[in-house]
């Protein structure tokens, strides 16, 4: 258990329709990264928050969007949703203070989901 | 292009063989990292190496870290079923401020 929480595990919707994944870092950690993982794919780096912060973007669609809250915790969303954004989402928290500690980064077990 | 290309991308091999996965950049890193993802979960960090030439250990699994900090390789000895899964190189270049970046992964089989 890397102590990274993500809810819902599993999520199926239609096409054009709207979801938001949630994310708890570790306790102590300040930054929290979104990727996307399709099928049989490595990861694609989404965004990174920081204390509440956008610290760098990735291969982020405008359609999508984050926020990192004052208790940490971070939530995505997903906007008309397409057949194409069918993928795994991880979360990943880490210290984000000075250090080579500061980059190591814990995964949550992801969110599913599925656009029918 | 990606900034860290993992060879091979694919490996089947049989228990007990040794195997090699490298990853290679053209950039300098201050730091780079190993990750095994098994099916369906998120990845998990294995080792972080720093300092050029640096050698680590874990039971069957040798981490080098180039001399230059470009480059890092994961050497598995005698590999188990259990070493199954997709391995991920991640760096953090030299002079920027947080961003880790991964590669593009190795994924191995290993069978009875």
Known sequence: DSGVTQTPKHLITATGQRVTLRCSPR????SVYWYQQSLDQGLQFLIQYYNGEERAKGNILERFSAQQFPDLHSELNLSSLELGDSALYFCASSP???GIKAHEQFFGPGTRLTVL | TQLLEQS?????IQEGENLTVYCNSSSVFSSLQWYRQEPGEGPVLLVTVVTGGEVKKLKRLTFQFGDARKDSS????????GDTGLYLCAGVQAG??????????TRLQVTL
């Open chain 1, 27 to 30: 306790s102590g950690d300040l």
């Open chain 1, 96 to 98: 984000g203070t000075s």
């Open chain 2, 8 to 12: 091979p991308q694919f490996l089947s």
């Open chain 2, 74 to 81: 994961l050497h598995i000895t005698a590999a188990q079923p």
């Open chain 2, 96 to 105: 920027t401020a947080s961003k880790l970046t991964f590669g593009t992964g």
